[in-house]
């Protein structure tokens, strides 16, 4: 299956509320990153962690990474109406060929704040 | 938007019609993607280049055929499509590797392909 798999699929929360989506993958990987997209848009680049990194935090988000579990998780606290958009981690598990870094998407949460 | 725009924004044609999908980046980037976004799938690499050399395509078919004049620039070109290739086609930039740069890559609104 996919590198990189996001759960749940799909997310209703309240506004106000915090936000969990997990993500799981197969390979060691270089770093994950997690990015955004609103209906049919094009994807927004959100926050990137290391391998040798456990959490990272930008704003109301906040990242973990436990890579014994091939895991990463995506915290968005205290939610709002314009945080309703697909969430998808991408991991990076090294250059390929050429000089291109390339990332393997899963396929996404999607997320819905009520307000 | 992120420094990278997408002509069409949305592209309707039958499947004997030729078009293409246009792709520029302002951001000083070497390297640039396509990927295929369908409904309920994860997005698919179609195509890598770096330093205007295709460096990776993903067993896709050849009615894509891609172009990379220079490296602000990239087309995707489109024939004899088939009803299942609409779908949402994404442009990417990024720094290449060993730049020491963030690996993030920048995404443009994508074109809403429909094949009829």
């Known amino acids: 299956s996919q590198q990189g798999e996001e759960d749940p699929q799909a997310l209703s929360i309240q506004e106000g509320e915090n936000a969990t989506m997990n993500c799981s993958y197969k390979?060691?990987?270089?770093?994950l990153q997690w990015y955004r997209q609103n209906s049919g848009r094009g994807l927004v680049h959100l926050i990137l962690?290391?391998?040798?990194?456990r959490e990272k935090h930008s704003g109301r988000l906040r990242v973990t990474l436990d890579t014994s579990k091939k895991s990463s998780s995506l915290l968005i606290t205290a939610s709002r109406a314009a945080d309703t958009a697909s969430y998808f981690c991408?991991?990076?598990?090294?250059?390929?060929?050429?000089?291109?870094?390339?990332?393997?998407f899963g396929s996404g949460t999607q997320l819905t704040v009520l307000p | 938007e992120t420094g990278v725009t997408q002509t069409p924004r949305h592209l309707v044609m039958g499947m004997t019609n030729k078009k293409s999908l246009k792709c520029e980046q302002h951001?000083?980037?070497?390297?640039m993607y396509w990927y295929k976004q369908s409904a309920k799938k994860p997005l698919e690499l179609m195509f890598v280049?770096?330093?205007?050399?295709?460096?990776e395509n993903n067993s896709v078919p050849s009615r894509f055929s891609p172009e990379c004049p220079n490296s602000s620039h990239l087309f995707l070109h489109l024939h004899t499509l088939q009803p299942e290739d609409s779908a949402l086609y994404l442009c990417?930039?990024?720094?290449?590797f060993g730049t020491g740069a963030r690996n993030e890559q920048f995404f443009g609104p994508g074109t809403r392909l429909t094949v009829l």
């Open positions: 390979t060691s990987i270089n770093n």
């Open positions: 990417a930039s990024s720094q290449p």
């Open positions: 280049y770096s330093l205007e050399e295709r460096v």
């Open positions: 951001l000083g980037h070497n390297a």
């Open positions: 991408a991991t990076d598990a090294g250059w390929s060929s050429g000089s291109a870094r390339q990332l393997t």
């Open positions: 962690i290391r391998s040798n990194e």
